[in-house]
């Protein structure tokens, strides 16, 4: 009894770090999220099938993919050129390593700078990382809402 005890509390603590995680990008809150489902199989009546984990654990892989290809899209899609769209690409990698305000503002300033060093206007320059900053967003809306799911999701299954 103790350990299910246990394991309730440490998915109650995953959970939570996750939705925090989604916002701030040093952590991978979606996976955190799902660790949590995770943490409910392990006891002994496990509330989910092999299938539902299963589809959680690609839906969480594939908002992690998204979140890090959306700022690239939002990119382009406000009109920044190869040279924006690389800009943003590089201004994440750099990001990384200045995490967490650089995966933030990371991509903008690199597709501002890529499209500065274009040719492009400065107005032309700030829509290209306005859209990858919108593209960010984007990407921290997808994973709190899966996350948000996931725990409805825990909390309906862990009290039963």
Known sequence: ??????????????????????????????????????????????????K??????????????????????????????????????LGLIVGIFFAPLGLIIGPFLGAFAGEMIAGKDSNTAFKSGLGSFIGFLTGTLLKLIISFVMGYYFFMNAFV
């Open 1 to 50: 009894m103790w350990v299910e005890i246990l394991l309730t509390v440490i998915g109650i603590i995953l959970l939570l770090v996750g939705i925090v995680g989604c916002v701030l990008p040093v952590l991978p809150g979606q996976v955190l999220a799902w660790a949590s489902l995770l943490m409910l199989q392990l006891k002994n009546d496990p509330p989910f099938t092999a």
């Open 52 to 89: 539902f984990i299963i589809i959680w654990a690609l839906v969480t892989a594939g908002v992690t993919i998204l979140d890090y290809v959306v700022p690239i899209w939002g990119t382009k899609k406000l009109g920044g050129s190869k040279y924006g769209i690389w800009g943003a690409g």
